[in-house]
């Protein structure tokens, strides 16, 4: 059936693993930071401050939404 037809199946994750995630990183103490930013860090690298970054590639609308919502 081409309506199962699915080739980005194995990039999906459950939106409550990315909740998930983004609390323990939080929790951790690590700061989520948009690419502009995290430029600027690594340019004046601070010790012992740890970032990272989420990128959504091929982010439909319906998956990036609830992401930025999350991450903030």
Partial sequence: MLADF???AILQ???AFL?????????LGID???LDEA???LATP???Q????LTFDDAY??????????SR
């Fill in 6 to 8: 699915s080739p980005n």
């Fill in 61 to 70: 609308l319906k998956t990036s939404s609830p992401a930025r919502t999350r």
């Fill in 13 to 15: 994750i459950e939106p």
């Fill in 50 to 53: 740890s970032f990272i970054i």
């Fill in 32 to 34: 989520i930071v948009s």
């Fill in 39 to 41: 430029l600027e860090r």
């Fill in 46 to 48: 601070k010790k012992g």
């Fill in 19 to 27: 909740e998930y995630f983004i609390e323990r990183v939080r929790d």
